[in-house]
């Protein structure tokens, strides 16, 4: 089945550090992926997204890696500032080719991205 | 900067209750979504909605479950017999849905407790 994992649960990191989180998925046909923050409270915001035929997209303090080998995708940010501080989620259009035409997403666990100052 | 709305922001209700979620999509987008969030776990699929009609569900939206656009700003999700087991957040999504994005913006979410 699909499925989208996150490898921590928790990352804490002293401001102004870069920050790595990582996510495998398992469906290999997957076309599309997307990392959201998440803030107390809130709804899911869009960060960065990126296609299976890139492995690099960079955005505002942002880079999103894709190594489809390994079926694995990082979201780095630069500079982390307590503002940063939420809950990570990757997540990959669903549908067993991977690319589903309904917007249908996957989402992983979620990673808690700690900003010490 | 448009947005998605919700409302309620919370709703309490009794096992068996029916009860009804409400959003307000982003005005021009096309494609509609409702996801819930069990507390603690991760954002899951409910439903999605093109051209006045369901485009896909999961098995969590079963016979239970329904949704609606009745006029051509709200987007609702009906449950009909609240179980314990529905008690989440809910989010309302939608998307303009073309390539190459398929950035889905979320509300700020609907927290259903079913007593």
């Known amino acids: 089945g699909e499925s989208v994992g996150l490898h921590l649960p928790t990352l804490s990191v002293q401001e102004g550090d870069n920050s790595i989180i990582n996510c495998a998925y398992s469906n290999s046909a997957s076309d599309y992926f997307i990392w959201y923050k998440q803030e107390s409270g809130k709804g899911p915001q869009f960060i960065i997204d990126i296609r299976s035929n890139m492995d690099k997209r960079q955005g505002q303090r942002v880079t999103v890696l894709l190594n489809k080998t390994v079926k694995h995708l990082s979201l780095q940010i630069a500079a982390t500032q307590p503002g940063d501080s939420a809950v990570y989620f990757c997540?990959?259009?669903?549908?067993?080719?991977?690319?589903?035409?309904?917007?249908?997403?996957?989402f992983g666990q979620g990673t808690t991205l700690q900003v010490k100052p | 900067e448009p947005e998605v709305t919700q409302t309620p922001s919370h709703q309490v209700t009794q096992m068996g209750q029916e009860v009804i979620l409400r959003c307000v999509p982003i005005s021009n987008h096309l494609y509609f979504y409702w996801y819930r969030q069990i507390l603690g776990q991760k954002v899951e699929f409910l439903v999605s909605?093109?051209?006045?009609?369901?485009?896909?569900k999961s098995e969590i939206f079963d016979d239970q479950f329904s949704v609606e656009r009745p006029d051509g700003s709200n987007f609702t999700l009906k449950i009909r017999s609240t179980k314990l087991e529905d008690s989440a957040m809910y989010f309302c999504a939608s998307s303009p849905l073309g390539v190459p994005s398929y950035e889905q913006y979320f509300g700020p979410g609907t927290r259903l407790t079913v007593t």
């Open positions: 997540a990959e259009l669903g549908g067993d080719d991977g690319s589903s035409n309904t917007g249908k997403l996957i």
């Open positions: 909605f093109y051209n006045n009609e369901i485009s896909e």
